[in-house]
């Protein structure tokens, strides 16, 4: 079985790791990124393209229900580790890579994992539902209930085939999507797609009711799964806020699908938690700006995306410098960057539930962007995922 | 002639099947996990696959009318040097008029959907 | 430079043009892994490794049935985006030699271009999972921008070789190569080609903004299929590329056999390189461009050709 030791080692260059911050532990998240990015390793996109599940920060308890989910979506090989500093980060990498590499362990463990999928729990928590007085498992509330009557039987036909628990409407346990009038005046079936906790680019804990009708967000309601009760986060970082800028730039640089850019942002961010002197990153942070500013492509795909008025931004007590679109809080974020370089303050985060006003009516990409533009303070709901409603 | 085209066609096939074949013995299960999609770590509250709202269907419309303007072109694009003129003048005559179908169009806000 | 008369050769030589599309894939992709490895710090070397590494990471891992998934065409879709690239190449003349000499090449192209709008949806629509579905839809969002301005480029050079043929576009470019004339065309190209393989600048359907969107739910061999169909896609349609606005095999001292190759890689490396400056264009964002700006431009493209055309009688 040489070969197969061969594929393992070649494949074990090029691990995908999804990791999962908990509200807290950033600076673990960034260690982790720097070991990551060290070794030639990549983030991945989605459980299906990952072979490590790496939390960082205890979460509490619904955060940990949705990683305990999305390790049951890890197809395998896979490795799972929780780190809660900084200085735990390559031992468990190291860990992570001595598990993957042995194919009698990995092989078990695919034999061992049930037939059917792990089910998880909704993202709409019990206490949410009281209205309705929905427990966890009752699925079909009232307006599926209504829907189900005039479904499409053509779909039905179609999603068949799949799960062995069927019922009429419920292949899979799971019911179809039922319609809602649209503004464009069509009855189309609207989708509810909780985005976050654990999303690529996302900021940490915060978990997005969406209502989707194709891929406009017709509703969004925003909440923050925090860490567990008597967890103890990262100590503060010195020079944290520059630091975060640069995190943030670069996660609106990647989902404006310009990975190189993005790759150049990280790397001063983690120039900055290496001790590099300040001159030199504040060099980098100014050819970045430079170079993001000449990019008319850029400013053509980004300008008028995820716009807030002055008047918004007054009306929900934002900084006036959120003002403008996606492109220019992405240029905002990086001088901030270097203002704070230099020991200005920064302008307060702001709280998530303005996103409930501002992402209605907008692209899915639209909302991812401007989620990211956005300086949210998810720490600050630290307890256990109390609704931020 | 098409039996080129038969043949590249058996080969991707017969690849992809070796692929899968060779799959098989390489990974770590031969069966393919079961699974619900990747939702952020949720169960879907209901399925995807779902009269999907395409926002962009009046520009299918017009893609349509130059689509099937494109069954003209092809053979036209072979003949213009024997015709002459006056196939460029019929032709781009047409054109313009399926340009000026966009143009209303896009004033229509069709060339917009979010 | 001497005339090429282009030959057709026995379907048995077909396996080496499949090798031959692979292996150029292979390079374009061990080339983007060197540059990206380099922009993140390591040595270049490292990176020329990236797609065997990925490859057997993906052999090694487990494949993924989404529940009440439509499995057939999930599967079917995963792996014909390969075989259209396959297929695409049989009218590419390689120097002297083609597999098939078919007097409407250059409508087979575009046919095989089609047959990927309905594969990609189907990759999204197949999982049942909603990112993939709404990736599989941004595809059609994009492809309906891409398209009309690519089938408009591609009659320019037919027009003016006055056939549908590919050996006869080929022959019509001695002297003079169509990029020099139709450099709209060629551009216009180049595009559509990044577009139809839902790649760099026209990757949204596959963006990070929705999970990986069409590939969210693939894993195992069924990812490197779609993965390995892209880069097949792409090498492909620079080939024809080559064809149709470089003078194919055209060029001086070496065989014109391996004058089809170099030119495709370099028009590939231009491509990588292209891809490092350039964000993602948003299918709703390019709409209007498309067809407000650049279909007007290919159409005067096309005009000037066929005026050029009747001109010299």
């Not at chain 1, 890890?74 to 992570?96: F, H, L, N």
């Not at chain 1, 503004?183 to 978990?207: F, K, Q, S, T």
């Not at chain 3, 282009?6 to 992709?29: E, F, N, R, Y």
């Amino acid at each position: 079985m040489d070969l197969s030791r061969r594929l393992a080692e070649a494949a074990v260059r090029r691990t995908c790791v999804l990791v999962v911050e908990v509200p807290g532990w950033a600076a673990t998240r960034y260690a982790a990124e720097l070991a990551i990015r060290r070794r030639g390793w990549r983030l991945a996109s989605s459980p299906a393209d990952a072979d490590v599940l790496l939390t960082c920060g205890t979460p509490g308890p619904r955060l940990a229900e949705a990683v305990g989910l999305l390790w049951e979506q890890v197809p395998g090989p896979r490795a799972r580790a929780t780190v809660t500093a900084r200085s735990a980060v390559d031992a468990a990498m190291e860990q992570a890579a001595a598990a993957l590499l042995d194919t009698g362990h990995q092989r078990a463990d695919a034999a061992q994992r049930s037939p059917d999928p792990a089910m998880g729990t909704r993202a709409e928590h019990d206490e949410d539902d009281e209205d309705s007085g929905g427990s966890e498992n009752q699925h079909a509330d009232e307006e599926h209930a209504s829907d189900g009557s005039d479904g499409d039987m053509n779909d039905s036909d179609m999603n068949d085939g799949g799960g062995d628990m069927d019922m009429d409407m419920e292949p899979g346990g799971i019911p179809l999507a039922g319609g809602a009038q649209d503004r464009d005046g069509l009855e189309m079936d609207v989708l509810h797609v909780p985005l976050g906790p654990v999303l690529p680019h996302w900021p940490a804990g915060l978990l997005l009711h969406c209502t989707l009708s194709g891929d406009v967000v017709t509703e969004a309601r925003p909440e923050v799964l925090g860490a567990a009760v008597d967890a103890v986060p990262d100590p503060p970082m010195p020079g944290a806020s520059a630091v975060d800028r640069l995190d943030r730039a670069a996660r609106l640089l990647y989902l404006a699908g310009w990975e190189a850019r993005a790759t150049d942002a990280l790397r001063l961010r983690d120039d900055l938690l290496a001790g590099n002197d300040d001159a030199s990153v504040a060099a980098g942070v100014d050819r970045l700006v430079a170079r993001i500013r000449r990019s008319w492509v850029l400013r053509w795909s980004l300008r008028g995306t995820g716009p807030i008025s002055s008047g918004t931004c007054e009306e929900l007590g934002l900084d006036d410098r959120a003002t403008g679109d996606v492109h220019d809080r992405l240029v905002i974020c990086l001088t901030e960057a270097r203002s704070a370089l230099e020991g200005d303050r920064l302008p307060a985060p702001v709280s998530p539930e303005i996103l409930a006003e501002l992402l209605p009516g907008l692209e899915i990409g639209a909302v991812r962007l401007l989620v990211a533009s956005l300086d949210l303070d998810t720490g600050a709901h630290l307890s256990t995922g109390t609704a931020a409603r | 002639m098409f039996l080129s085209a038969a043949v590249m066609l058996a080969l991707g096939v017969g690849g992809a099947a070796t692929a899968y074949l060779v799959h098989r013995s390489t990974s770590v299960a031969a069966s393919s996990l079961p699974t619900l999609p990747f939702l952020s770590g949720w169960r879907p509250p209901e399925h995807a696959l779902s009269r999907f709202h395409a926002r962009y269907y009046p520009l299918t419309l017009m893609f349509l009318a130059f689509d099937v303007e494109m069954l003209y072109m092809y053979p036209w694009a072979t003949v213009v040097g024997r015709v002459g003129v006056s196939a460029v003048v019929e032709m781009f005559a047409f054109l313009i008029v399926l340009m000026v179908g966009v143009v209303w169009a896009w004033r229509e806000g069709a060339l917009q959907w979010t | 430079m001497n005339a090429v008369e282009i030959v057709q050769v026995s379907a048995a030589w077909a396996p080496l043009g499949a090798l031959l599309l692979l292996a150029l894939a292979t390079v374009a992709t061990g080339l983007d892994g060197a540059i990206a490895a380099r922009a993140a710090g390591h040595p270049w070397q490292q990176g020329l490794r990236l797609p065997w590494a990925e490859t057997a990471r993906l052999l090694r891992q487990r494949r993924r049935t989404t529940v009440a998934a439509d499995r057939l065409l999930w599967r079917t879709a995963g792996a014909g985006l390969l075989v259209t690239a396959l297929l695409k190449i049989v009218v590419v003349p390689l120097g002297a030699w083609t597999l098939s000499d078919m007097s409407v090449g250059l409508v087979w192209f575009n046919a095989m271009d089609i047959l990927v709008w309905a594969l990609v949806w189907l990759a999204g629509w197949g999982p049942n999972s909603a990112h993939s579905l709404i990736g599989g839809y941004r595809f059609l969002g994009q492809a309906l921008s891409y398209e009309l301005p690519l089938m408009f480029a591609l009659t320019a050079p037919a027009t003016a070789a006055g056939s549908l043929r590919v050996g006869d576009i080929v022959t019509a470019q001695q002297g003079l190569w169509f990029i020099v004339w139709m450099p709209v065309a060629f551009l216009v190209f180049c595009a559509a080609l990044m577009g139809f393989s839902v790649w760099g600048p026209f990757s949204t359907p596959f963006g990070a903004d929705i999970a990986g969107g069409v590939l969210a739910e693939t894993s195992g061999i069924d990812r490197w299929l779609l993965l390995a169909g892209r880069w097949a896609l792409l090498t492909a349609g620079s080939a024809f590329g080559v064809t149709l606005f470089l003078g194919g095999g055209a060029g001086p001292v070496l065989p014109a056999w391996l004058w089809v190759l170099v030119k495709t890689g370099i028009l590939l490396a231009a491509l990588v390189l292209l891809r490092r400056r350039l964000p993602a264009l948003r299918p709703d964002r390019i709409a209007a461009a498309a067809w407000l700006v650049v279909l007007p431009l290919v159409l005067l493209q096309v005009l000037i050709v066929s005026v050029v055309v009747v001109g010299r009688g």
